[in-house]
């Protein structure tokens, strides 16, 4: 019988990862200039959710104590500010090396952890607010951010 | 120290709350006449998204071995159809309740659960299959469905 936090693990893990490979086989059938679309009149362009995307995976790399961001300097146009904002984002191809890349690293984070390290604690979180509320652990954050990638993916694939 | 099985179905739950919630909030201040239109330009209308969710929470009902369907028939339509294959769907007023219903009954049904039972096999997975794949459980039914909600939300947050 296995255990029921490895279970619970690889629940959550199968669920990311699942949701990182459908958004990567999207990008696979969408042209840079497609990416340039808003994804509905008036909305978000395709470029600026997949930079939020990744900017969100990115900073997990320190809410999950991994290593440091690969661009902090992303956080404040595709996370502070909205889509627009700023006159010119950085390229489709820098977006999409971004997304591989922080997803990239993740993946690498997320094969070393024990079923224990993943009911620990997140740095957004203080050690007094943890003693209490113990779900904020780091597989917590994976979840969360899963129906996060998963609310936009709904969105990116009115680019087809 | 809270039980990390227990820390799982919390975070599996609360997730699937949040997102039943944000959905509720939005159905809240859109009109039964905003629910008809399309959410982008030749997508699927509001209407028929909400149907279709609602048809697979209450297909949960019986995944999940709680009770029968409470609208077997609309699975028809709402799931094995594409949006306009049908003349006329149910009002949106009846969607609404159909919504709330299926929601409602699996609230209660979660609410008698054990831990343990969450970890139990649902009603996809054969015993055979389930002794060699243990994470086909309720739980992971729950925690997908989320997902699927959540993509859902994302496409209708743009009826706006």
Redesign the interface.
Known sequence: ??N??Q??V???L??WN??IKAIDELLGKLTDEQLMHE???G?NRGIYLLGHLAAVNDHMLTILDFEKQVHPEFHEIFITKPDKAVAELPSASEIRTYWKTVNDKLAAHFAKLS?DDW?QKHTLVSAEDFAKE??R?K??IV??R???L??????LI?LK
Request: charged share 15%; proline share 6%; glycine share 8%.
């Open positions: 019988m296995t029921h936090d279970l619970a690889k629940m959550v199968d669920l699942s949701r994804v509905a009149p909305r079923v009911f113990p779900h652990n597989l917590t979840a969360g899963t129906a996060h998963a609310g936009h993916l709904g969105q009115y």
